[in-house]
């Protein structure tokens, strides 16, 4: 996957990177275990400064989408749940009204919002089934 | 962390305008320093300071824990500064200019100047004076670099190139960058450059730094709200850290740095119908902050987590 930065976007460099890898691990076009590029790589390739680079892995890390392994570089995580399956709904069910409103403001039908959404969810590749229930 | 550049009320005049107005500016070791302002702000004054070609009326500086008044040859070795245009002997050729810088440092190495110029393709035998714009400045760039400087100062290094020659300085500056403990002072008027290569900026108004913090706690930091109003927008609207304004009829557009619960207050006060917060990018930002009412600006500071770093250019 080829990553880019856009300095006339309203959104900074290290966010701009964070959505393009968390969107790249939603659409499966960066699997569990695959390597990213090297800090000093990326920070060449996109001519960024290295910092910025690192603090996007950084919040990655801590965020569980990715994971440091000591001397041999920064792979894509395996998916984990901290929350609760129903604090996980909250929050998915936070965004999806937010998303809703608009479609009802810009005059969407249900079935055309619908419609819309199985076309676009075909982008993405979703767990076969939902992950167990976290401990924690 | 250490000072590797370190300035206290440095000050110029020039007749009576202060062009440098007690600047204390602190820059530590492995920092990529953007030095921002618009023309006739006081970087370059300020830098030309720091290298010892104009003399502060008041106040003073050092580089490297050295006082810039007294600076051993070895110290002044161990910085590299590219001046404004790329100003070189147009009478040598390529290799005569590298050959001749030589003579005047201890330490040089030469396989990366040679790197250098061989990455840019820049042909040996040619007069510096039948170069391009962006060629002259690829062989400063391989010039100031060689010595293996620890502290790099340039002033407005991409001014004049094209796009595509001016990425290419950027990635060899991002290489400088990777070897440890380099710090870099730069000066530039492209905002997307700055953004790049940049983790802390610092932005000269009148000859005053009124802002110096991270890059992105700028952007983050300086805010547009537009408000609407069901009848006409309330005049003379004012609260901390209001850089501009501007009244639309029914709309008022606000420019706020260091947006918080206390303008947040000020503003919903006014009971507007809505507000709408605008993020800005790195340039639109700069350009809100810098031409607004200059005499009212808020500063704009925050800690490294080194004592140093307050500043106190408020009384200013």
């Known amino acids: 996957m ?68 000591q001397g041999r570089g920064v792979f894509v995580a395996e998916p984990r749940n901290d929350l609760t399956k129903r604090a996980r709904q909250r929050h998915l069910e936070e965004q999806l009204e937010q998303l809703i409103v608009e479609a009802v403001h810009l005059g969407f039908s249900a079935d055309e919002f619908v419609a819309l959404l199985h076309k676009r969810m075909e982008q993405f590749a979703f767990p076969s089934s939902s992950p167990s229930e976290a401990s924690s | ?78 910085i590299a500064y590219i001046a404004e245009g790329h100003p070189l002997y147009n009478w040598m050729t390529v290799a005569e200019a590298v050959r001749f810088s030589r003579s005047f440092h201890r330490q040089w190495n030469n396989t990366l100047a040679e790197q250098i110029l061989d990455h840019f393709e820049l042909p040996r035998k040619r007069k510096l004076r039948r170069l391009s714009n962006g060629q002259r400045a690829q062989v400063s760039l391989a010039i100031a670099v060689a010595p293996e400087p620890e502290l790099l100062i340039l002033d407005d290094p991409t001014l004049g190139l094209d796009t595509v020659v001016r990425r290419d300085f950027l990635e060899s500056l991002i290489q400088i960058i990777q070897r440890e403990g380099r710090t870099i002072l730069f000066s530039s008027h492209i905002l997307g450059d700055v953004e790049r290569v940049a983790d802390r900026i610092g932005v000269m108004v009148d000859g005053v730094l009124r802002v ?105």
């Open chain 1, 2 to 69: 080829r990553f880019t930065c856009d300095t006339s976007s309203r959104t900074p460099i290290y966010r701009q990177l964070i959505e393009q890898v968390r969107s790249g691990v939603a659409r499966g076009r960066l699997l569990p275990g695959e390597r990213l590029p090297s800090v000093r790589q990326l920070s060449r390739e996109l001519v960024v400064n290295p910092n910025t680079i690192a603090r996007a892995y950084t919040e990655l890390e801590r965020d569980g989408t990715l994971i440091t392994q």
């Open chain 2, 1 to 78: 962390m250490t000072d590797v550049i370190r300035t206290d009320g440095l000050t110029k005049f020039y007749g009576t305008k202060c062009v440098v107005n007690r600047l204390n500016l602190r820059i530590q070791q492995g920092q990529v320093y953007g030095f921002l302002g618009r023309n006739g702000a006081g970087k370059s004054t300020t830098i030309k300071m720091l290298m010892g070609m104009v003399q502060p009326d008041s106040g003073g500086a050092e580089l490297l824990g050295e006082s810039i008044t007294d600076m051993k040859p070895e110290t002044r070795g161990r």
């Open chain 2, 212 to 316: 110096d913090c991270p890059t992105d706690h700028f952007r983050e930091s300086v805010k547009k709200l537009v408000l609407d109003f069901a009848g006409p927008a309330p005049e003379d609207f004012t609260c901390p850290g209001l850089v501009n304004s501007w009244n639309l009829g029914s709309q008022l557009e606000l420019v706020l740095v260091g947006y918080d619960e206390e303008q947040r207050a000020a503003v919903e006060s006014l009971e507007p119908r809505n507000i709408e917060i605008v993020d800005l990018n790195l340039e639109e930002a700069f350009i809100e902050y810098t031409r607004g009412r200059r005499r009212s600006l808020p500063f704009l500071a925050q800690e490294t987590g080194d004592d140093q770093s307050t500043r106190d250019q408020g009384a200013a």
